[in-house]
């Protein structure tokens, strides 16, 4: 699903001369180990070996060149040192991205530069970057191990496509450089980096299920007379739960399917769109579930709420998305949307939420309503459990009387792709059966919605 071209490759400038590609061995996966600013590397301890070794030497002698060979080796650290500083300052990282922003399966690139600008050598230089893992699930370190000719420079091209939308964050972190006798080691913090925003998609309902909370008429629920008095809007072909009222006898007979009438049911009310964006599947401990299963679970809670905001800014209806981020202080983000334009005020912020911890529980967002009449109030979640059920009955309870106050209903999307034990599966399945049953009988209004 994810294919990445990596070329690798030197350059000197000019002219230009390309390497062969970085053998895997050379690259080290997360995560690395803190280094200091300077350290003085095993070789150096060797070195006073070395040093002691030639002073005996020389007071045993007493000759000349003895002398010479004492003078010469003292001397080697300073020249070292001096070395390293100049290296450091030599050093210099460049980024560059095709594009700052894509939508998911769609490919981008990314170089990464590291150069010499000095006329010196330097054999010994180590680099901690940051680029996509091999999935392009998420951005990881690697450590480059790097010999730059004079005025060379060292280049990682890749094309990725990523599957998971977000904010990669991709560049180095920092370059260390070494001395000829690896005596010392000076490290340069760079912390350059280059985002790319990998977008959702934008979906419309109809591509998403065949049978959309929506469709439960929730409105007839509240008021059957009401039908009577709405506009219709569309006409479309039955689905299961759409009310007898709302077929339309004389074009169903025509075409000799069932056909009903669309009403815009809730013109010009408020609708809170709760989006569940916790990580809420273990994937460290067992093999259970694949490792990109949260990310999956993220990105069609967000598709969903896309569309489904959409839907109802498009039938003249206040729509809130609420969700929590940690990128904000409070922790809390809502997006007032009347219009779809609103929704492309604030796209790119929704749609590189980050996964939330599993301790924040969707349900208790519903205390930031402060209205309970005349509004519709939709959850969105990859996961149905015991506590989500409890919440959702705190929030049909705090609407007292759905069948005059509003409508609670529940997306479900299903993360079952993700997981790789079938025995874990069917669990899966049957406990997400139970939990909609027990929905069900609060009232809340529940659909599965496939992508």
Known sequence: MNKTDTAV???????????????????????????RRFALMPNFWIFCGVWVFALI????????????????????????????????????VNIENSSAETTKFTPAGFNVMISNDSKLPLPFVEADIVVPNETSVRCVERRLYLALSPEGMYE????????????YDIGVSNIFVYDFFRL???????????????????????HLTENAASDVNTESMK????????????IRAYRRGDHMKTIHWKLSSKTQEM????????SGKTVYIFCDLAAHYDTESDDIYADDINEYAADGVIEIAIAAALREVRQGNTCKLIWYDSRISGGTQVCHMDSPEDLDRDFKTFATAELASKDKSMTKLIALISETQGVTVLFITPLLDSELIDGMREAASL??????????????FN????ITDHKEKERHREYAESCKLQLLTTGVAVAEIKL
Request: glycine residues 2%; hydrophobic residues 40%.
């Open 223 to 234: 008021n059957i007379r009401g039908i009577d008095r709405a506009e219709m809007s569309d």
């Open 415 to 418: 993360p079952g792709e993700r």
């Open 399 to 412: 609407f007292n009387n759905i069948s005059s106050s509003g409508a609670v209903e529940l997306y479900y």
């Open 156 to 167: 990682i091209k890749e094309k990725v496509t990523f599957s998971y939308r977000g904010q």
């Open 9 to 35: 490759k030197t350059r000197k400038k000019p002219p230009k001369k390309t390497a062969e590609p970085i053998k895997a061995e050379k690259i080290r996966y997360r995560p690395l180990k803190y280094r």
């Open 57 to 92: 030497f020389t007071q045993a002698l007493r000759s000349p060149l003895s002398s010479v060979l004492l003078l010469f080796v003292s001397v080697i650290p300073y020249v070292n040192l001096a070395y390293v500083f100049a290296a450091r300052a030599a050093v210099k």
């Open 259 to 266: 056909q009903v009438k669309e009403y815009a049911m809730n």
């Open 184 to 206: 010392f080691r000076l490290k340069a913090e760079e912390h350059q980096y280059r985002p790319i925003f990998v977008l959702p998609r934008r979906m419309v309902f109809e």
